[in-house]
Nanobody, 120 residues
Framework: QVQLVESGGGLVQAGGSLRLSCKAS????????MGWYRQVPGKQRELVAE???????NYVDSAKGRFFIARDNGENTVSLQMNSLKPEDTAVYYC??????????????WGKGTLVTVSA
């Protein structure tokens, strides 16, 4: 099995910064795409940022220039540096990884989520 564990969420004032971290563990052969999603009550979960194993990135427009994703393939970790936070960034942030697991094969795995609250 594969598990993803997030950390780094919390309460921050508008304009502040937070860094989220996620580590994947288990029977992992390789990880293709790894990244972050967020969700607020009453809305669909949306992609915030993701990175391929080769280093290619994709960001939601509202995060470009403020959020930065980084990945360590050897450690199976991904982080999200969030700067200039806005109240509209408030959400539960989820780590996601598309994993080629031993025996099981390729599958998406999700963390339990970490709450980010940005106060005005």
């Amino acid at each position: 099995q594969v598990q993803l564990v997030e950390s780094g969420g919390g309460l921050v004032q508008a304009g502040g910064s937070l860094r989220l971290s996620c580590k994947a563990s288990g029977s992992i052969y390789s990880i293709n795409v790894m990244g972050w999603y967020r969700q607020v009550p009453g809305k669909q979960r949306e992609l915030v940022a993701e990175m391929t194993s080769g280093g290619g990135t994709n960001y939601v427009d509202s995060a470009k220039g403020r959020f930065f994703i980084a990945r360590d393939n050897g450690e199976n970790t991904v982080s999200l540096q969030m700067n200039s936070l806005k109240p509209e960034d408030t959400a539960v942030y989820y780590c996601k990884a598309n994993v080629d697991a031993v025996v099981v094969g390729r599958k998406d795995y999700w963390g339990k989520g970490t709450l980010v609250t940005v106060s005005a």
